[in-house]
């Protein structure tokens, strides 16, 4: 994924919001909306879009677009610029493959210390029941 050509893709949309800013507030639209169309994408590989639509299926709205909003800042720029990252770090997320996991043995001594231990247990509660006879 070239994120700068990402980022050239995103389109903003802005409204008021809430929160800190005293009479601002009501004037200044500094709640920031970054959306980013998957389908049209020229940014991503057919595959990195197939595996987007397949992980964020829940997050895309029905017109296809993938967003991300912010509204913490004061300033437009800074929710701009943090609704951009949130976005980013969404995208990221979502073409990141796990390693596959490899099996692997319990080691013999593991094995040995879980059964040593579990026979001393049984020792201690049975000397409790009052059965041991050490001969």
């Not at 409204?15 to 800190?20: A, I, L, P």
């Not at 969404?90 to 390693?99: I, N, T, V, W």
């Amino acid at each position: 994924m070239n994120t700068e050509l990402v980022k050239s893709e995103l389109s903003y949309r802005t409204s008021r919001s809430g929160g800190k800013g005293g009479q601002n507030v009501n004037k200044v639209e500094t709640k920031v909306e970054a959306r980013f169309e998957v389908a049209a994408s020229e940014a991503l590989t057919e595959e990195e879009k197939a595996l987007i639509l397949e992980n964020l299926a829940n997050q895309i709205s029905a017109e296809g677009f993938l967003s991300a909003v912010n509204q913490t800042e004061r300033s437009q720029l800074a929710n701009k610029l943090l609704a951009e990252e949130k976005l980013l770090r969404l995208l990221e997320k979502a073409l990141h493959r796990p390693k596959k996991r490899k099996r692997t043995r319990i080691p013999a001594g593991a094995k040995e210390a879980r059964t040593e231990a579990k026979r001393r247990l049984s020792e201690k509660k049975a000397i409790r029941r009052g059965g041991v006879n050490d001969e």
